[in-house]
């Protein structure tokens, strides 16, 4: 029967029919405008508007600054209301820890991600529950990429491809930015599928760095509709098909051990080939862009701070001298270079947002609400840049980590939180697994490079004078990375150059094995 009929029929019918009516009309206005509305308990936050809370607030891009203007003006742990849904910001160290390090079963899952979804069928390692199948991958890649298998094992490739990338810098330094991609590349490649990347134009030069371009920009918080949270504007279908990735002959590598070690002893129940191809295909994106992004930086600062150039080069020439680069087992013995990394990673980091936690159950920290279900935001680049917790934030100064002597994840895994680098690995168990060959690339082309060669601003052809560099100069998106810009850079002696080119011999020697058919 029309509604209309039965609201007729309720006139005639009764008197007070009209005065139900209105009760009821006004009970349902009354809930729909609390939709949006922050509970009194929850962390404090900009005021909401009435349905949409604070999505009229939040920014297309950039809103990694906007935590940050909103920690100082609302408090280190904030709140916002995206429609029905809550999001909690900790922008605070002791906050991280006591919910996400001291209370991992509450909070690391994931927010739904309805544009994620779409673009990987549901199956990506940092989208997932914490559930079978996130443990089972997450165990695949923390074995593989073990301190033990890559200081035992994969250390050969990263060594060879590092000599490979100082060899081209000699020869061509004007193509320096897809150099160190090509290396990072051909480093988790050879490593995961067996084949390097001779050339950044080559497919597994470049593949990566096609799909993480536009993988960033539409992971961007603020950059779709907001789906997740009002579900009605999502389109109705299925994610594209993907084609199986050719393989090649049999490799030394973890794919083809994988694909073994599944042979004899079964396929996982917890995971789908679809999600085993998937896996594989996302040890490269994590290994890959986000560490070239992080050394292109430390470019970048090198440039643009010829002291911080000099003074690790002290600790450089102590160790190796001219008879040959640094090795990993050099680390304990220039320490300066670990601070040199940590503070790229602090200054500029590449994850500006992170990618947000999930609220199993109802909780609260120190007195205030974390609803369940809620979206849990780490910050990095506002913690990163909060005056209260670093001095003069927005400078490149290596010596604020002298006395950090160790690596990034002894600190991650340290109850004492005061003591924390920094944040571009996660936290909790959500702590990204490929922390150990991130690092391990990132000191040893530092060292390398800094080894090997001067860096300096670029000088103007026509009137030779220096053209500044702009430490601002970055994409937008969820993963950040210095837009391609221009450095000197010059060798440091003939010696460092045969050194170089003796140690290129030997370094293609090796690769031989990971090259194409």
């Not at 010596?399 to 950090?404: E, I, K, P, T, V």
Request: aromatic content about 10%.
């Amino acid at each position: 029967m029309p509604v209309l009929s039965i609201v007729q029929g309720l006139r005639e019918s009764s008197p007070i029919a009209p005065v139900l009516i209105a009760v009821s009309f006004s009970i349902l206005v009354y809930k729909l405008l609390q939709v949006g509305k922050r509970d009194p308990r929850m962390p404090k936050g900009p005021p909401t508007l009435p349905i949409i809370g604070n999505a009229h607030q939040i920014p297309a891009s950039g809103l990694y600054r906007k935590f940050l203007e909103w920690a100082k003006e609302y408090g280190s742990v904030f709140s916002l209301k995206i429609g029905p849904s809550s999001i909690i910001v900790l922008c605070d160290r002791k906050a991280i820890h006591k919910l996400l390090v001291e209370k991992g079963s509450i909070y690391s899952d994931r927010p739904p991600s309805y544009v994620g979804n779409i673009l990987t069928q549901g199956d990506h390692l940092a989208l997932e529950q914490m559930d079978v199948t996130w443990r089972e991958k997450r165990k695949v890649i923390s074995h593989n990429f073990s301190p033990k298998q890559l200081d035992e094992k994969h250390f050969r490739i990263q060594e060879s491809e590092a000599t490979v990338l100082m060899t081209n810098l000699l020869t061509d330094p004007d193509n320096f930015y897809n150099d160190v991609r090509r290396y990072t590349a051909s480093v988790v490649t050879s490593i995961t599928y067996g084949f390097r990347a001779p050339t950044f134009e080559s497919f597994w030069g470049s593949g990566v760095y096609n799909v993480m371009s536009k993988w960033t920009a539409a992971m961007e918080p603020g950059a779709n509709p907001p789906v997740d949270e009002f579900p009605f504007l999502g389109l109705r279908g299925s994610a594209p098909s993907r084609g199986a990735r050719a393989r090649g002959d049999k490799r030394n590598c973890i794919i083809d051990s994988l694909l073994d070690e599944y042979e004899k002893k079964g396929w996982p129940a917890a995971v789908t080939q679809h999600g085993f191809t998937n896996l594989m295909g996302e040890t490269v994106e994590g290994g890959a862009d986000t560490t070239a992004a992080q050394l292109l930086t430390l470019i970048l600062a090198f440039a643009l701070h010829p002291k911080v150039q000099n003074k690790a080069r002290k600790e450089i020439d102590a160790a190796c001298g001219v008879e040959r680069s640094p090795r990993w087992s050099d680390f304990s013995k220039m320490p300066y270079m670990n601070c040199i990394v940590k503070e790229g990673m602090r200054w500029r980091p590449v994850a500006v947002t992170a990618l947000p936690h999930r609220a199993r159950e109802e909780d609260e920290y120190e007195g205030m609400l974390i609803p369940k279900g809620a979206t849990v935001f780490i910050p990095t680049w506002a913690l990163h840049h909060n005056d209260e917790l670093y001095d003069d934030p927005d400078s490149f100064n290596p010596d604020r980590y002298l006395g950090h002597e160790k690596l990034a994840n002894d600190y991650a895994g340290s109850p004492d939180f005061t003591r924390r680098d920094h944040y571009n690995y996660g936290a909790g168990r959500r702590l990204c697994p490929g922390i150990h060959l991130a690092e391990r690339n990132m000191w040893r082309i530092a060292s390398k490079l800094l080894w090997a060669f001067e860096f300096s601003e670029p000088l103007d052809p026509v009137t030779g004078k220096v053209q500044p560099l702009d430490p601002n100069a970055y994409n937008p998106g969820i993963l950040q990375a210095p837009l391609p810009f221009k450095v000197r850079i010059k060798v440091r002696s003939e010696a460092h150059r045969r050194i170089i080119e003796q140690e290129h011999g030997e370094a293609l020697e090796f690769m031989k094995q990971y090259d194409e058919c």
